[in-house]
Each structure stands twice: as structure tokens, then as C-alpha cells.
């Protein structure tokens, strides 16, 4: 049986340590997010140059925005194993086997601050800590960056973006966050910098067209929206949940498949756990969901407009449906 564990479990830190320098795969879930990227990130220049970064398939808008300067980093995770066919493998920020798109036999180390999900990806060893803000939150803990500014300044990243700038964050959020602060000599307001104010001008006006083009659904004294565009449908759905509506399902074609963010407003956090409905959802349509309470999302192997719409209908409804229960 995994345990859930406040502290980086002493083995686990054993085992990465004996890795350094190695070569290792360090992969994470299917449209990678700023928390898994910097965590990967992070966590590659703590075990050494030989550890390279595979992508399951892709990451997300914002995540190529804030970290267009790191890019050239991540590789492919096919071309990854076939260059080191028997590299040891991680696994960052989920562990359910339905979130990666690649068939890994082996897992060495997963490191992940969701909860467990019904079906568990196997590994030889696990951390695994529900109660922290971000997988940069438990990679902080476990290597600890001092005067390592471009460490510190990535897991910062993660920490704030994951945690929607600690509005779901524990107290070991803002200790961790104040020495990496303190420790790296970095100002908090540039990393609100690189997170909230958007370089591009192209970006702001996707966002303000997006409002236009959304739908809007008021039921039991409760809103939500739901929108298709064409990218940054993280930070469109954040900015319907900031001007008061209750739940925003926003989707988004990738190549061959189509993404689903779901955001929550923090009031409805009490009954309401996103994290169930896009899990339940991306079931029901042969693809993969999860997240966390407020924070959640699901992918498909789907692109046509008629499916998606459909998807997103149901969203919403169950959204609608768990409100009526409650009241």
C-alpha cells in the first residue's frame, strides 16, 4: 500500500542521489503544465547532465510562454528511450498510467501531489504528498537550492502558477517559498512578472476575443462558461473565473487530440471537486482527466468540433448536477 508523505521519504532521496550523472528519463503527464516543466527542469540540474526531459506528447500554451527560453531542452519521449533504452525513468506530477501516453514498463521514481487514483502507475519507489501545493513545492523540499538562482527561480514558478498564487497553498507553501526567496536572492514581484504579465500583445487580445466567443450558463444561482480557441486555454479559463463566474471548461485542439481546462472559483471549493468531474469525463470519451479540486483537465483523441461541443455540454452539466444535489 503507498503512503502519503509530508517529508521526501529517505530511500527515495537515497536512490536519486546513487542516480547522479547517470542517464535518466524524466518524463511527466500528457500536456505538460508549468508545475511539471519547471519540476523536471529543476530536478534535471540537480541529478546531473546525463538526465534528459521526455515529453509524453506536448505541453501546454502557457507553459511554451513562460518557458520559451528552456524549450530546447525537452525532447521527445520516444527519442529519449531509444537513445537510453535502459535509462532509469521518473515520473513527475501524476500517477495514473491514463495520463501518459507512452507504455512505460519500469518506473523507478514517481513523484507526484495528487491523490492517488483508482489505477496507480507501478513504480519502484513513490512520494507521494496530496497535501502540497505543486510537484515544485516537494522538489524544493528534496533539493533544497541555495545561491542557485535559476533553480530556485523555476521551482518558484511552479509553486505559484500550480498553487493560482497560493490560493490553495498549506504552510509549508510559504515557508518553502520565502527561502527559496531568501536562500536565491530573488524578488517576488519578478517572478509575478514572468507569470502574469504577458509579453505579447497577440496573447491579451486572444483572451479579450475569447469572451466574446464563449457561452454562458446560469443555473441554481451559479455560472459557468465554456469556450473553444484555438490556444493559451489555461489562462482564458483563469480570466473567466477572475470576473466572478463560478466554473469555466475551456477546450483546445493539439495535432490529433483536444484538451479541456476546467477551472473553479474558490468559493465552490467545499463541493465541488474538479478533479472527480474531468476524471469522470474523460472516461466517458476514452480519454484521460484529473487534477486537482480547482484545477483540473482531460485530454481525448478527438478533434471534431460536433464531439468536442458534446464534451463540454456534459461538463457543464455535471458541474450543474453536483450544485443541485448540494442545494
Known amino acids: 500500500m503507498i503512503e502519503y508523505k509530508q517529508n521526501c521519504p529517505k530511500d527515495l532521496k537515497k536512490y536519486l542521489i546513487s542516480l547522479k550523472n547517470t542517464p535518466l528519463i524524466i518524463t511527466f503527464h500528457s500536456f505538460g503544465d508549468i508545475d511539471s516543466c519547471t519540476s523536471a527542469l529543476a530536478l534535471k540540474?540537480?541529478?546531473?547532465?546525463?538526465?534528459?526531459?521526455?515529453?509524453?506528447?506536448?505541453i501546454n500554451s502557457q507553459a511554451k510562454n513562460v518557458l520559451k527560453d528552456y524549450l530546447k531542452e525537452f525532447v521527445k519521449f520516444k527519442k529519449a528511450i531509444k537513445k537510453f533504452?535502459?535509462?532509469?525513468?521518473?515520473?513527475?506530477?501524476?500517477?495514473?498510467?491514463?495520463?501518459?501516453?507512452?507504455?512505460?514498463?519500469?518506473?523507478?521514481?514517481?513523484?507526484?501531489?495528487?491523490?492517488?487514483?483508482?489505477?496507480?502507475?507501478?513504480?519502484?519507489?513513490y512520494w507521494i504528498d496530496p497535501e502540497a501545493s505543486s510537484s515544485a513545492q516537494m522538489i524544493a523540499q528534496l533539493i533544497?537550492?541555495?545561491?542557485?538562482?535559476?533553480?530556485a527561480k523555476l521551482l518558484l514558478l511552479g509553486i505559484v502558477n500550480d498553487s493560482a498564487n497560493f490560493s490553495h497553498a498549506n504552510y509549508n507553501t510559504f515557508l518553502i517559498t520565502g527561502k527559496l526567496l531568501k536562500d536565491?536572492?530573488?524578488?517576488?514581484?519578478?517572478?509575478?512578472?514572468?507569470?502574469?504579465?504577458?509579453?505579447?500583445?497577440?496573447?491579451?487580445?486572444?483572451?479579450?476575443?475569447?469572451?466574446?466567443?464563449?457561452?454562458?450558463?446560469?443555473?441554481?444561482?451559479?455560472?459557468?462558461?465554456?469556450?473553444?480557441?484555438?490556444?493559451?486555454e489555461t489562462s482564458?479559463?483563469?480570466?473567466?473565473?477572475?470576473?466572478?463566474?463560478?466554473?469555466?471548461?475551456?477546450?483546445?485542439?493539439?495535432?490529433?487530440?483536444?484538451?479541456?481546462v476546467a477551472r473553479l472559483n474558490k468559493k465552490n471549493s467545499t463541493f465541488v471537486d474538479l478533479s472527480l468531474l474531468m476524471g469522470r469525463v474523460g472516461q466517458m470519451f476514452k480519454g484521460n482527466g484529473g487534477g486537482h479540486p480547482m484545477a483540473a483537465a482531460a485530454s481525448f483523441e478527438i478533434t471534431d468540433d460536433k464531439t468536442i461541443d458534446k464534451i463540454l455540454e456534459i461538463a457543464k452539466n455535471n458541474f450543474f448536477e453536483i450544485i443541485k444535489e448540494k442545494y
Do not use: W
Not at 466572478?244 to 475551456?250: E, K, L, P, S, T
Open 45 to 58: 540540474r540537480f541529478l546531473g547532465p546525463a538526465a534528459i526531459i521526455a515529453l509524453q506528447d506536448t
Open 85 to 125: 533504452p535502459n535509462a532509469k525513468i521518473i515520473v513527475l506530477d501524476c500517477n495514473e498510467p491514463g495520463m501518459l501516453k507512452h507504455n512505460i514498463k519500469q518506473v523507478d521514481v514517481l513523484i507526484d501531489h495528487h491523490a492517488l487514483q483508482q489505477k496507480t502507475i507501478k513504480s519502484k519507489y
Open 144 to 151: 533544497k537550492p541555495k545561491k542557485q538562482p535559476q533553480i
Open 184 to 232: 536565491n536572492n530573488i524578488k517576488f514581484e519578478d517572478i509575478e512578472k514572468e507569470l502574469y504579465y504577458y509579453d505579447k500583445l497577440e496573447k491579451r487580445l486572444e483572451i479579450i476575443k475569447s469572451f466574446s466567443a464563449a457561452k454562458i450558463y446560469s443555473q441554481y444561482g451559479f455560472i459557468a462558461m465554456t469556450a473553444k480557441v484555438d490556444r493559451y
Open 236 to 260: 482564458i479559463a483563469e480570466n473567466f473565473i477572475k470576473v466572478g463566474v463560478d466554473v469555466a471548461f475551456v477546450a483546445s485542439k493539439k495535432d490529433k487530440s483536444t484538451i479541456i
